[in-house]
């Protein structure tokens, strides 16, 4: 492939630490390959404990004696603002890495992903500015004095912080907690997943090209080894995760085994879409779908979970199995495309598995489950748009996130059930509901155990509200002032006056 001898040529792949790349002491490395046909796409060193090191220490200097927490916000804004256009100016080769490298459509890299990541710098370029800090005027006594007091609340940056992306999403992911690290004076070491860090660690030369001093900015491609060095480094004052449970539980112990610092945690979710039988039911069926298969449902909102009125549950079937079984499979490249390919071989074995119990354990497979048979497809990590009825809440396929494109269905009768079924989970993540009453998606948003509701929609983000989950989905949200919060410690100043009164 043309695109791809071209890409080749043109990734960076060393790890970008104090303003430039420079070798890994680490010796391990890891191939990407493209999961459409596993042609290998880059080489890269996995950085161990010593090159994190490095670069925390880069990010401490930067922080502790450089300029960008020193800097008037305005001058920052604008450097950001650069960052954010510069992004943007490089949306193809950006998005056509990572549909290289995830296998999600390229249109959608491109016109979402990357277009995204420009946003979320230039938001949070724009949002520190509107924070503002709090005054509060009191009266008090100090050693049998009446005195008058203004305490001021002003925000500070908390030093280095050190960032854990996932693979489903990395340039998305990354710069939306890029964005308000940065916005408010931060240095920081961001760790992408090493199944999908091309895109990301290509962000170096940009911050460089932008006016982001160095050190402020380290990238590094490390795995799991790389990620326990970043989360137990003493230099590291702040640590902001994204990915699934049990590595979140492990960074919340080895944190609170090495320091006393809050951490954010945006972990797994096994979202339930509610659909009423007042629901637009077209409508509905192709938002159900879309809220599954879309980037071949390893998204963490992925709605896996369809709680289907009774009333209506044929007919909402037929109309959802012909939206599933109309969609075309094929390389990420290619624009008729609608299903791509999952992100490993290994993935998709693990999804697989997951289908093959559901099967054992009596689920009825109504539509996929299996590789695609075209056997254009037959090299590469295909899987067709999955759906099960007859689940019980005890199979695994019920309880578990499967982050692949496999759509559960349970049915109900009351809204008191679907309540009941939806927060039937140890995650809390996000849902959906559908239906034509507006009371009713109200009474259900509320009682619905999740951090995000969507009504008839999904998906759907204003940058301003917050994103994260309950129970076992993380702690802590993204998004407007929860992350500019999140990146700064407050601290009060309190100034007794008038001034003899002391
Ligand atoms: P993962 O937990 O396996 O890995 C996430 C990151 O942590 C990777 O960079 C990995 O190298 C690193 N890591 C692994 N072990 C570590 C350790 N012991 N210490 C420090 N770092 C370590 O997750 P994944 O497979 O990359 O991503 C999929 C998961 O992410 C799913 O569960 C998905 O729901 C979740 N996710 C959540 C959100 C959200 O916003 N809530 C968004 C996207 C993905």
């Known amino acids: 492939m043309a695109k791809l001898d071209e890409l080749r040529v043109q990734i960076k792949t060393d790890p970008f630490i104090d303003g430039k790349r420079c070798k890994a002491i680490a010796s391990a490395t890891h191939t990407s390959l493209n999961p459409a046909d596993q042609e290998p796409i880059a080489t890269f060193a996995l950085a161990g404990a010593k090159d994190m090191q490095r670069a925390v220490q880069a990010a401490r200097q930067a922080f502790d004696s450089g300029p960008w927490p020193r800097m008037a916000t305005k001058e920052r804004v604008k450097i950001l603002n650069r960052f954010a256009e510069l992004i943007q100016a490089n949306a193809t080769q950006l998005g056509t890495i990572e549909a290289c490298n995830v296998g999600k459509l390229l249109k959608e890299c491109i016109d979402h992903d990357v277009a995204r990541a420009s946003a979320n710098i230039r938001f949070f370029a724009s949002a520190v500015q509107q924070q503002g800090d709090e005054t509060f005027f009191n009266d008090a006594n100090f050693l049998g004095k009446k005195i008058k007091t203004i305490s001021v609340t002003k925000r500070y940056p908390i030093g280095v ?9 990395p340039l998305m992911l990354s710069t939306w907690k890029l964005g308000p690290c940065l916005a408010t004076g931060n240095c920081c070491v961001l760790k992408p997943s090493p199944w999908a860090l091309l895109s990301v660690l ?6 460089n090209e932008a006016g982001i001093p160095p050190g402020v900015l380290n990238i590094v491609p490390g795995d799991a080894e790389g990620g326990k060095a970043l989360v137990t480094d003493p230099l590291v004052d702040r640590i902001s995760f994204t990915g699934s449970v049990p590595v979140g539980k492990a960074i919340a112990q ?10 954010s945690l945006e972990l797994g979710g096994k979202s339930p879409t509610v659909v009423f039988a007042d629901a637009d039911l077209d409508f509905a069926a192709k938002g159900v779908a879309r809220g599954i298969f879309r980037s071949q449902g390893q998204s963490c909102v992925a709605g896996s979970r369809l709680l289907l009125q009774d009333s209506v549950y044929d007919a909402f079937m037929q109309r959802l199995l012909k939206e599933t079984e109309s969609m075309k499979i094929g390389s990420q490249f290619d624009p008729e495309s609608n299903i791509g390919p999952l992100i490993t071989k290994q993935h998709l074995e693990k999804v697989e598995g997951f289908i093959a119990t559901a099967i054992d354990a009596g689920a009825k497979l109504t539509t996929g489950g299996k590789r695609p048979d075209d056997p254009k497809l037959s090299q590469g990590n295909f899987l067709e748009p999955t759906i099960f009825e007859k689940v019980t809440t005890e199979m695994n396929i019920w309880q578990e996130e499967v982050f692949g494109p496999v759509l559960v269905v349970m049915p109900f009768g009351t809204t008191e059930e679907a309540i009941a079924l939806a927060n039937d989970s140890r995650f809390g993540l996000s849902s959906s509901v559908w239906t034509t009453n507006l009371e009713r998606a109200l009474a259900v948003a509320n009682a619905i155990e999740a951090g995000m509701v969507w009504i ?3 998906f759907v983000r204003d940058l301003r509200a917050p994103f994260g989950g309950v129970k076992e989905s993380g702690i802590g949200s993204e998004g407007g002032r929860y992350s500019l919060e999140f990146f700064t410690q407050p601290k009060m100043i309190c100034l007794p006056y008038p001034v003899e009164s002391c």
Request: hydrophobic share 50%; proline share 7%.
């Open 161 to 169: 912080a050190g960032l854990i992306a996932p693979w489903n999403s």
């Open 202 to 207: 290509q962000l170096g030369e940009l911050a």
């Open 254 to 263: 080895a944190n609170a085994a090495t320091r006393v610092a809050p951490i």
């Open 456 to 458: 008839n929609s999904h």
